[in-house]
């Protein structure tokens, strides 16, 4: 198969139909102009050039040195070493334990260091943006996966931050969505960042008819490079084999305004009304206040800061 697709249902495409794009040695407002704006997706082939992870972290190495750190994998406790071996004895049809990952990465930073300047500014460790607002989701996940392990169902990043996914072993393919889409991928009510589809892959046509027409793009990712998942973009992802992947997001002035709206409709959907505003009355100020400190240099630490 091609490294890259597009795939459209049954329609024409109305719009850019081009594969994901592979792009090196550009400046980071280039990228921010070409990409992060428009919210284009892309490839960064070298933006994980100075990591000593790559090379260092493959499933051999984690089960070596760190067999022994706690895991949780869908809500079962593992060793990291015995979740890495289940899943290099797993295959397409009996895959291991998924999603699989380290969420405290605190001994790990200085191996995924520096944080590159395309993923920068980045708000969420900013001592004005209070923790409880990302609802106890970790910002810096190292995924393991094998043969058959699959994130499929069709879903956008939490609270709408932009992805990035650092590819540091193994291959792993995206399901990209065009944006606008959403009346054809089955939106969960309760949870309106994932769809009710289990999977993009054959789901049953007479339960979700409209998914034929939804249109999008493939794209493998390969141990060095780095895929920017620009905020609110529906995808799917599937481990292609033995694959370490460090996920992590961002938080930035674009994608600001849409942060503080699902932060509000969650507390909202909760019954929470009176936080609901009073949280939405701190992020409209805190909004313009972050771009001014920017403007000054805040928020681009490249050793991911602390919280
Ligand atoms: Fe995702």
Redesign the pocket.
């Known amino acids: 198969m091609a490294d890259d697709m597009v795939f459209m249902g049954d329609h024409e495409a109305s719009h850019d139909a081009s594969p994901v794009e592979r792009v090196s040695g550009i400046g980071v407002d280039e990228f921010v102009r070409r990409f992060r704006i428009p919210r284009r997706p892309v490839i960064l082939t070298d933006a994980l050039q100075d990591w000593p992870a790559l090379g260092r972290f493959t499933p051999d190495y984690f089960s070596r040195e760190f067999a022994d750190l706690p895991i949780r994998c869908a809500g079962k406790d593992y060793r990291l070493g015995e979740a890495l071996t289940l899943q290099r004895n797993a295959t397409a049809d009996q895959p291991g334990p998924y999603p699989c990952a380290i969420t405290d990465c605190r001994q790990f930073m200085r191996d995924i260091s520096p944080r590159f300047g395309y993923s920068l500014p980045n708000r969420h460790t900013h001592p004005l943006v209070p923790a409880l607002l990302f609802n106890s989701i970790s910002h810096i996940d190292i995924f393991f996966g094998g043969a058959g392990n699959n ?1 499929p169902f069709p ?3 939490f609270l709408r931050m932009h ?1 990035w996914v650092a590819q540091v072993y193994g291959d792993k393919e995206f399901t990209l969505f065009y944006p606008g889409q959403e009346h054809l991928l089955y939106v969960d009510p309760q949870r309106p960042w994932r769809s009710t589809m289990e999977s993009t892959n054959e789901p049953d046509p007479g339960r979700y008819p409209l998914f034929r027409q939804a249109r999008g793009r493939k794209v493998i990712v390969h141990a060095g490079e780095a895929l920017f ?1 620009p905020c609110g973009t529906w ?1 799917a ?1 599937r481990s292609l084999n033995a694959s370490i992947s460090v ?1 992590f997001d961002q938080l930035e002035s674009s994608n600001w305004r849409e942060f503080r709206q699902e932060v509000v409709a969650l507390r909202r959907r909760e019954g929470q009304f009176m936080k609901a505003r009073l949280i939405d009355a701190y992020l409209w100020v805190l909004g313009p206040a972050m771009d001014v400190l920017e403007y000054f240099g805040a928020n681009r630490r490249k050793d991911w800061g602390a919280r």
Request: proline share 0%; hydrophobic share 45%.
């Open positions: 994130f879903h956008y990043d992805g998942i995808h992802v996920l």
